[in-house]
């Protein structure tokens, strides 16, 4: 799952950042409302904005973002938990708000859920023929029986999950796995998909040649 946080306070966002990769999550952030404005189209499962930022407020980017048809969901960050507020915010276009400080659990429980709704499931547990998994728990299954993944397997295998039957390409896994900031290495992805292969079928995961992966029932 890829975040985009956006926030003026950088212990803050720093904090937030490093929970979110604890919890599987990729999360870049921007302190601003104009750079966001420019990014924020790049391929995010969730945006998460802070209302109090400098220059263009979190509630007019969310509008803004909303006026250019971006449907990516949109979690409201607030120091004030006024009702005023939060209406204000949900009809500019925020689908979710959360009052700081920000319990790190309450903050994945809410991403997720909104990341599954994106996605088209209500319940945590999502099957695709044989696998299932439980986006809460972060177990899998292979017809019932556990997997033993790692939690970069587990992440990788949630991507494809939430996407079955359609192609991710190779770039869209890179920056849902690692960060902007961090190493990345395309053929990284080649080998983390062998391994995923070969503890949930060699046939579950099809490559699209010259694009990338996907998951089939």
């Not at 799952?1 to 003026?8: G, H, K, N």
């Not at 276009?93 to 319990?103: N, Q, T, W």
Request: hydrophobic share 45%; with cysteine.
């Amino acid at each position: 799952m890829r975040i985009l946080l956006v926030e003026d306070e950088p212990a803050l966002a720093q904090r937030v950042t490093a929970n979110l990769a604890r919890h599987g999550m990729t999360c870049e952030w921007l302190s601003n409302a104009e750079d966001a404005l420019d990014f924020a189209s790049d391929g995010f499962t969730v945006l998460v904005v802070d209302v109090g930022l400098p220059g263009m407020s979190g509630i007019d980017l969310v509008r803004a973002l909303r006026a250019r048809s971006l449907a990516t969901p949109i979690l409201i960050l607030t120091a004030r938990s006024s009702w005023e507020e939060k209406v204000e915010g949900l009809n500019a276009g925020a689908d979710d708000f959360i009052v700081k400080p920000v319990r790190t659990e309450e903050l994945v429980a809410r991403l997720h859920a909104l990341a599954r709704r994106a996605f088209g499931h209500s319940a945590t547990r999502i099957a695709v023929g044989a696998i299932a998994i439980d986006t809460a728990s972060s177990e899998a299954w292979l017809d019932d029986a556990p997997l033993a993944l790692t939690a970069s397997e587990f992440r990788l295998l949630q991507m494809l999950a939430y996407r079955a039957g359609r192609t991710l390409t190779r770039q869209t896994i890179l920056d849902n796995l690692y960060s902007l900031a961090s190493e990345r290495d395309e053929n990284a992805i080649e080998v983390l998909v062998g391994r995923l292969r070969r503890k949930i079928g060699r046939e579950r995961i099809v490559t699209v040649r010259g694009l990338g992966y996907r998951l089939e029932a």
